[in-house]
């Protein structure tokens, strides 16, 4: 009996390295399944529709990035809970976590489904989307809000997973959906003909699937453990899940922020430059996976030593991080110096423009030299996020979007559409120097 439950509970017996190894590999791995949604619909329209069709569903990229970051936030912020009822074994408060996280979160998803459904046309003339693929942008953004809840619901079941030590299980559903995805894409629009629509459709359904029977599995994933069956709405433990999940969800989409804040910048430079920023981001969100799930495994990892009481482990496991952080950005540099044009085209194809071309393939040669940076960043807030300080965290990854957004729009009318990913790495190095100063000071062990 004692052998199961160490083994439940590897985050908190197990060395650092192995700890963190074995956590953090398979939510990469789910991570990078999870990007192949969007990366699939922009693949496959853009080789099959075309470039215009890329950039109609990149125009929509920042902004449904923003709601898949509330996505994984909140559910992140809810996990911490979760970890650090499991980790002093206190079932009964875990379920009324579970219980109380997935109520609040299909309402709010409801809520953001229905005004995002009604605004989208106001929302594609704000971002400054082109004449010639706005009507399409809002096709494909209005599809997918209609399957908002179903985002919402998959990653706070996974979050609930990867809290309990997990990580394999959602890993496999993202395995599932995404080859689900990809053969609904690739029917929709190289079969029926459906360009846009159906590759909104196509991911629609397979998110659906997904949460369905992810909320299956976690049932009898619950059922499991001691304590009876919890099905409530416990408002002590909502106000302190928003309380975590509010910084988390800041933390988790500042990028999509500020991507979506200054997507008018880079609209208004035309749909060809348009295509190739989209393709770019869609390289760099699947770079930055390790850093991000980094990141989410130092919350867990502090969050369950903290409730056993081990605090100790929390400072070796974030040096740990550190030298995972600089393993990963040194093979994702390499790859992307040496092939960004051919990264390039995975999305745009031999039809694609030479201005397309030429700006994802600028915007990659710049980033692969930073994502050890964010690798940093994601490291240090994790830490403060699992142990609740939270204060510390919220105000560096503000100064990082104050510092994206403001810049971007000052410098793009003088240097170009270049500026917007100049301006990047320092907003992530801000960010990460703001957190690490909070580390250092030790606020975070007070929480303990």
Same mark, same amino acid.
């Given at each position: 009996?004692?052998?199961?439950?160490?083994?439940?509970?590897?985050?908190?017996?197990?060395?650092?390295?192995?700890?963190?190894?074995?956590?953090?590999?398979?939510?990469?791995?789910?991570?990078?399944?999870?990007?192949?949604?969007?990366?699939?619909?922009?693949?496959?329209?853009?080789?099959?529709?075309?470039?215009?069709?890329?950039?109609?569903?990149?125009?929509?990229?920042?902004?449904?990035?923003?709601?898949?970051?509330?996505?994984?936030?909140?559910?992140?912020?809810?996990?911490?809970?979760?970890?650090?009822?499991?980790?002093?074994?206190?079932?009964?408060?875990?379920?009324?976590?579970?219980?109380?996280?997935?109520?609040?979160?299909?309402?709010?998803?409801?809520?953001?489904?229905?005004?995002?459904?009604?605004?989208?046309?106001?929302?594609?003339?704000?971002?400054?989307?082109?004449?010639?693929?706005?009507?399409?942008?809002?096709?494909?953004?209005?599809?997918?809000?209609?399957?908002?809840?179903?985002?919402?619901?998959?990653?706070?079941?996974?979050?609930?997973?990867?809290?309990?030590?997990?990580?394999?299980?959602?890993?496999?559903?993202?395995?599932?959906?995404?080859?689900?995805?990809?053969?609904?894409?690739?029917?929709?629009?190289?079969?029926?003909?459906? &360009?846009?629509?159906?590759?909104?459709?196509?991911?629609?359904?397979?998110?659906?699937?997904?949460?369905?029977?992810?909320?299956?599995?976690?049932?009898?994933?619950?059922?499991?453990?001691? &304590?009876?069956?919890?099905?409530?709405?416990?408002?002590?433990?909502?106000?302190?899940?928003?309380?975590?999940?509010?910084?988390?969800?800041?933390?988790?989409?500042?990028?999509?922020?500020?991507?979506?804040?200054?997507?008018?910048?880079?609209?208004?430079?035309?749909?060809?430059?348009?295509?190739?920023?989209?393709?770019?981001?869609?390289?760099?969100?699947?770079?930055?996976?390790?850093?991000?799930?980094?990141?989410?495994?130092?919350?867990?990892?502090?969050?369950?030593?903290?409730?056993?009481?081990?605090?100790?482990?929390?400072?070796?496991?974030?040096?740990?991080?550190?030298?995972?952080?600089?393993?990963?950005?040194?093979?994702?540099?390499?790859?992307?110096?040496?092939?960004?044009?051919?990264?390039?085209?995975?999305?745009?194809?031999?039809?694609?423009?030479?201005?397309?071309?030429?700006?994802?393939?600028?915007?990659?040669?710049?980033?692969?030299?930073?994502?050890?940076?964010?690798?940093?960043?994601?490291?240090?807030?994790?830490?403060?996020?699992?142990?609740?300080?939270?204060?510390?965290?919220?105000?560096?990854?503000?100064?990082?979007?104050?510092?994206?957004?403001?810049?971007?729009?000052?410098?793009?009318?003088?240097?170009?559409?270049?500026?917007?990913?100049?301006?990047?790495?320092?907003?992530?190095?801000?960010?990460?120097?703001?957190?690490?100063?909070?580390?250092?000071?030790?606020?975070?062990?007070?929480?303990?």
């Amino acid at each position: 009996m004692l052998e199961k439950m160490a083994d439940k509970e590897y985050l908190i017996h197990q060395s650092p390295w192995k700890a963190l190894l074995i956590f953090s590999i398979p939510m990469m791995l789910g991570n990078l399944f999870q990007q192949l949604y969007t990366m699939t619909d922009s693949v496959i329209v853009g080789r099959f529709v075309g470039e215009d069709a890329l950039a109609a569903v990149g125009a929509s990229y920042s902004l449904t990035s923003v709601f898949i970051s509330v996505a994984i936030g909140g559910g992140v912020g809810s996990s911490v809970l979760v970890s650090r009822a499991f980790g002093s074994r206190k079932y009964d408060d875990l379920k009324r976590t579970v219980s109380t996280s997935l109520i609040s979160f299909l309402v709010l998803s409801l809520i953001l489904a229905f005004s995002g459904y009604v605004f989208s046309p106001s929302i594609m003339d704000a971002l400054n989307t082109p004449d010639n693929i706005h009507a399409d942008a809002v096709m494909y953004l209005r599809i997918y809000f209609l399957g908002l809840p179903f985002l919402f619901m998959y990653n706070i079941l996974s979050s609930v997973f990867n809290a309990l030590g997990k990580s394999k299980i959602p890993l496999y559903f993202l395995i599932f959906s995404s080859l689900l995805n990809v053969a609904l894409d690739l029917f929709m629009v190289a079969v029926l003909d459906e &360009g846009i629509a159906g590759a909104a459709w196509a991911t629609l359904i397979a998110q659906g699937v997904s949460a369905c029977f992810s909320f299956l599995v976690l049932l009898k994933t619950l059922s499991r453990l001691e &304590g009876k069956s919890v099905i409530c709405f416990d408002g002590t433990i909502f106000r302190s899940m928003i309380r975590l999940a509010i910084p988390s969800i800041l933390q988790q989409s500042t990028v999509s922020i500020g991507m979506m804040l200054v997507q008018s910048v880079v609209n208004s430079f035309g749909s060809q430059v348009l295509a190739g920023y989209s393709a770019g981001m869609r390289i760099e969100n699947i770079a930055t996976v390790p850093m991000v799930s980094i990141g989410n495994a130092m919350s867990s990892y502090t969050a369950q030593n903290i409730g056993a009481m081990k605090h100790e482990r929390v400072a070796e496991g974030y040096h740990v991080s550190y030298l995972m952080v600089i393993f990963f950005a040194l093979v994702i540099g390499v790859i992307i110096e040496l092939f960004p044009v051919s990264l390039i085209g995975m999305f745009i194809g031999s039809e694609g423009t030479a201005l397309a071309y030429e700006t994802g393939a600028d915007y990659l040669r710049f980033m692969g030299w930073f994502f050890a940076i964010i690798g940093f960043k994601m490291a240090t807030d994790g830490v403060l996020r699992g142990s609740g300080d939270v204060k510390v965290f919220t105000a560096a990854n503000l100064v990082n979007l104050t510092t994206r957004v403001l810049f971007s729009f000052i410098l793009a009318p003088v240097i170009g559409v270049a500026a917007v990913w100049y301006i990047v790495p320092v907003g992530w190095f801000l960010n990460w120097l703001i957190s690490f100063i909070g580390y250092r000071r030790g606020i975070w062990k007070r929480n303990i």
